[in-house]
């Protein structure tokens, strides 16, 4: 028990160490630690009983898979450390803003076929495809970035717009897969907890998007110094592909896969013991008329203009502003995603299982009117150029909004879902989430180079008014197996 304890604090402690001695060594062990504390954090919360030799199968299950899932991430938001790479005369903000949104919407639309895809495949399969999959087109975009720097006379605005989003349709399958093999292990009274793990792994992949591509492009400069761009996509290319090797041996889609015995896991679809698989047009339908399901799609929808209007041009916003290497959030931008979501993460989590008895509504209630005082802050701060305020106000809304995705795209799509509908609702809802990402993408890829950044968080304020709207209607939901309704 107090090993179990001291681990992770003499880990901190390490990384502590590292982190002002030696940043690369402590960008590797960083993952580490964060893996660590999670384990620890599984393993102490277990509300149902499940015996050890379970609770030990379960994290060689859900391990791999959301390490997995961390890796999708690096191999998807390593385009915006390469655009700064590239710089203005390469990769313009509008061809970032318009590659980005078409991949982005792309993503979102695939969950119409991939989300039942995923839910009749199941989770294993459809992880491997994703995984796979954006392996190939990492390796695709890396061969045209050497081509590029080299000084082939070649566009790289086609050529990434067309493999980005043959990229983003292969990363739909990662949130869709971790759901629906979650939503088999795990049990409602504990999915709320999990919801800050699986927002952990999100920030996970994100650190290593941000900081360890960074890391990547340092290590591999050429003896004059310039830097290897294409690494950037080579390397999350061949880790991708390890983890394929890793989860076609551990992962298994329900516990009866790996000799335990299946359980009632109290959530929607709990009482459909009869074994038959939905139709296409059934899960659809019962998706597509649950007025919960709408509002959390339309709350989604909101988060994914937030999540990535923050992400994506907060970090731009300090190069061009020259602080990017001078503000300590946006010297960090990796790690501070990584702290954010897992605090924002395990806020939401523990508020929903411990207080609210594991309503979702609640925590992404408190978490958008964070956002709204948050974002009505920084007209003043970017307006004023108190720029260590941006970065704190980027840094707080970052784990608002990461909260929030975690609660509802990871957790409640399980408990509103069910075993059987868990990917095609975990599909509805995050495919909006990237709806939102393509939208603000495309619209401040346009709008801050014309109108400047004071034009930045305005656009976004209205957006958090939709949220705390929808997340007020949602409070009193929770799934009832008996009548698919809320309570």
Sequence with gaps: MILKILLPLVLLVVAGYLYVVNRIAFTFLLPVVAVTIVSVIYFHNNPVGHDRRFRIRSFLNWLPLGLTYACLYMGRYNLTEAKKAFGDQLMPKEDFGTIFAAGAVLYG?????????????????????????????????????????SGEDVSLFWPFLCAYAANMYFQSFGAVSIVKVNAAWFHIRERGVFGGIFGTLISLGIF???????????????????????????????????????????????????GYDDFNTGDAGADEADGRKLSTFELYKTLLTHPVVLMMVAIEFCSGVLRNGIMHWGTIFSKDIGVAKTDVFFLNWGLILMVAGITGGFFAGILSDKLFGSRRGPSAFFLYAGMFLGFLTMVFA??????????????????????????????????????????????????????????????????????????????????????????????????????????
């Design 382 to 487: 970017v307006r004023l150029e108190w720029h260590f305020m941006v970065g704190f106000l980027s840094f707080f809304m970052s784990m608002c909004v990461i909260g929030v995705h975690g609660m509802l795209s990871g957790t409640a799509s399980m408990d509103f879902g069910g075993k059987k509908a868990a990917a095609t609702t975990a599909g509805v809802i995050d495919g909006f989430v990237y709806l939102g990402t393509g939208v603000q993408s495309l619209c401040l890829g346009h709008i801050i180079p014309s109108w400047g950044w004071n034009a930045w968080p305005l656009f976004l304020i209205p957006f958090t008014v939709i949220g705390i709207f929808f997340t007020r209607r949602i409070w009193n939901a929770f799934p009832d197996s008996r009548r698919r309704g809320v309570r």
């Design 109 to 149: 639309v695939s969950f119409i076929v991939n989300g039942p895809l995923t839910d009749r495949l199941g989770g294993k399969v459809t992880i491997l495809i994703g995984a796979a999959g954006s392996a190939i087109c990492n390796v695709v975009l890396g061969f045209y970035t050497y081509r590029v720097l």
């Design 208 to 258: 290593l998007a941000f900081d360890l591509t960074k890391i990547i492009l340092q290590l591999t400069r050429s003896a004059e110094g310039q830097l290897q761009i294409w690494w950037a996509f080579f390397v999350p290319a061949a880790v991708l592909l390890g983890w394929v090797v890793i989860d076609v041996i551990l992962l298994k889609d329900t516990p009866g896969q790996a």
